[in-house]
Nanobody, 129 residues
Framework: EVQLVESGGGLVQAGGSLTLSCVCSGFKFKDYDIGWFRQAPGKEREGVSCISANEGYTYYSDSVRGRFAISSDDAKNSVYLQMNNLKPEDTAVYYC??????????????????????WGQGTQVTVSS
């Protein structure tokens, strides 16, 4: 059974930082791309960043490029999202997701969340102004 367990969300002031973690189990980590998506109230789910496990290729949405950094620890089957210079518009529930490698380009997957194979339960990030 695939399990994606997110943690690290919370309340932070604008300009602050948070690090999200996603611990993965139930599948061969190295065979998947792992991504972060977010959904704000009343808005559609959108891609934030993703990484190709064991290869290190990354992709970021325009809204977070230069502020967020994604990384993975293949030995721990974990992916992290370091979020810096947070803005109120970053407020959302952040979800970890996976898709089998080579099925889509990272950029295409990020733009099409419905292509994901599995989702975590989400972690709330709230940025106050």
């Amino acid at each position: 059974e695939v399990q994606l367990v997110e943690s690290g969300g919370g309340l932070v002031q604008a300009g602050g930082s948070l690090t999200l973690s996603c611990v993965c189990s139930g599948f061969k980590f190295k065979d998947y791309d792992i991504g972060w998506f977010r959904q704000a109230p009343g808005k559609e789910r959108e891609g934030v960043s993703c990484i190709s496990a064991n290869e290190g290729y990354t992709y970021y949405s325009d809204s977070v490029r230069g502020r967020f950094a994604i990384s993975s620890d293949d030995a721990k089957n974990s992916v992290y999202l370091q979020m810096n210079n947070l803005k109120p518009e970053d407020t959302a529930v952040y979800y970890c997701s996976v898709v089998k490698k080579y099925r889509h380009s990272l950029s295409y997957w990020l733009a099409n969340p419905h292509l994901s194979d599995d989702w975590g339960q989400g972690t709330q990030v709230t940025v106050s102004s």
